[in-house]
């Protein structure tokens, strides 16, 4: 699966609060292979790591990963939770309803 989404790091990893100046919310052009979500400046970027051979760096291990609708965000639509094995914490927004069910089905089930 592919796509551009928003994305917010809310804890860093063993539930580390993640510091202010890094908590805004970014753009990437995702891809999720091998249980790893890479995440891309833009296509662009996407083509050229493939090229490099794809490095861990910008990306989360979504092995013993959860994918799921936050209740207790509602500052923005389209949003999912994502908890890592290793306790990181992310928020993702996508674009529509479809893609969110789309995102939290493909990492849950892969
Ligand atoms: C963050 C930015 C985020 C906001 C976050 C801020 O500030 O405004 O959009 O998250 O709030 O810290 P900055 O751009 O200076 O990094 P929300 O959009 O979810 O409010 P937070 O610290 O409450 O997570």
Request: proline share 2%.
């Amino acid at each position: 699966k592919k796509g551009y989404v928003m994305r917010k790091c809310c804890y860093d990893v063993n539930a580390k609060r993640t510091p202010f100046h890094k908590r805004s919310w970014k753009m990437f052009y995702c891809t999720l292979r091998d249980m790893v979500l890479y995440l891309h400046k833009d296509e662009n970027g996407f083509r050229k790591n493939q090229m490099a051979g794809d490095n861990l760096h910008n990306a989360i291990r979504i092995h013993h990963a959860l994918a799921s609708r936050p209740d207790d965000y509602t500052k923005k639509q389209y949003v999912f939770r994502l908890q890592t094995a290793d306790q990181a914490e992310y928020l993702f927004q996508t674009s529509d309803s479809k893609e969110l069910q789309s995102w939290i089905d493909t990492i849950n089930f892969v």
